[in-house]
């Protein structure tokens, strides 16, 4: 069974860097796109980016555009969330998610971790 384990949240000042992390077990890291999504009190669970499998194609939402980088690492079946200057409205739990297929809708993605609280203050 696939497992997914989020870490590197925080509370930080506005404009500040986080970097988040999410280790995959049970599962052959290289089959699955990676995704990030978050979700803030009273709101829907928002797409934030994903990678291809081979991490050659990289998507983001417009609100995350040029402040957030998405990477992967195969050999550690680890991927990550580079998130710079980031805003108050960045606050949100913080979820990884792995499915086969890529997608910005968060109900494809058949594995999920069990999220990160990010706080920025501003």
């Known amino acids: 069974q696939v497992q997914l384990v989020e870490s590197g949240g925080g509370s930080v000042q506005a404009g500040a860097s986080l970097r988040l992390s999410c280790a995959l077990s049970?599962?052959?890291?290289?089959?699955?796109?990676m995704g990030w999504f978050r979700q803030a009190p009273g709101k829907e669970r928002d797409f934030v980016a994903a990678?291809?499998?081979?991490?050659?194609?990289?998507f983001y939402a417009d609100s995350v555009k040029g402040r957030f980088t998405i990477s992967r690492a195969n050999a550690k079946n680890m991927v990550y969330l580079q998130m710079n200057s980031l805003k108050s409205e960045d606050t949100a739990v913080y979820y990884c998610?792995?499915?086969?297929?890529?997608?910005?809708?968060?109900?494809?993605?058949?594995?999920w971790g069990q999220g990160t609280q990010v706080t920025v203050s501003s």
């Open positions: 990678i291809s499998r081979s991490g050659v194609s990289t």
């Open positions: 998610a792995a499915d086969p297929t890529i997608s910005r809708q968060a109900d494809e993605y058949d594995y």
């Open positions: 049970g599962g052959t890291f290289g089959m699955y796109v």
